[in-house]
């Protein structure tokens, strides 16, 4: 299920979780891609937890917003309620040109996310936002991430 919307067809809660994604985006460390993801994850008792990309010299060891927001929420004892996630990027400098492309997330992150769907239990709704929020792509992660494995394919679920 992949739709597009704009931020006012959006919930007040999906809404909501998009300024956050575009909030923690402002504190992403991105000085060698250049772009700073945001990413806001929301569980079922209405939690948000933030995170934002973080990059290093040593490229492998960069973390990406979604991770950010994970592990917070894994801190929290909160990673098994993860009900919805939204993500969002941009290009940092000045003169970049704006494109209304949606960010969304990275195959690894797409697998975290898978697993933290199954141990919720449900498809985490995932909310793929542009610079601006001008545009915003509506799926799960199971859509993102078709015939993914998990727990569930190691007869752990």
């Known amino acids: ?15 909501d979780l998009a300024h956050a994604a575009l909030a923690a985006a402002a504190h992403a460390y991105a000085p060698y891609s250049g772009y700073a993801v945001g990413a806001a994850l929301r569980t079922r008792s209405g939690v948000v937890y933030r995170g934002c990309n973080v990059e ?11 991770v950010g927001a994970l592990a917070a929420a894994n801190v929290d004892g909160a990673g098994a309620a993860v009900q919805a996630i939204a993500v969002t990027g941009r290009l940092l400098a000045a003169d970049a040109p704006r ?3 949606v960010v ?3 195959g690894r992150c797409r697998q975290l996310l898978f ?14 936002c542009n ?13 993102l991430l078709p015939a993914g494995f998990g727990p569930a394919s190691l007869g752990m679920a």
Not at 2 to 14: G, I, K, N
Not at 115 to 128: G, W
Not at 131 to 143: M, N, P, Q, W
């Open 115 to 128: 697993e933290a769907s199954q141990r919720a239990r449900h498809d985490i709704r995932v909310l793929c």
């Open 1 to 15: 299920m992949h739709t597009y919307a704009s931020l006012d067809d959006l919930s007040a809660q999906d809404r």
């Open 99 to 101: 494109s209304d492309a």
């Open 131 to 143: 610079h601006d929020l001008s545009r915003i792509e509506v799926t799960s992660i199971a859509a």
């Open 104 to 106: 969304t997330p990275c």
């Open 56 to 66: 290093n010299a040593a490229y492998g060891v960069v973390l990406c917003a979604e």
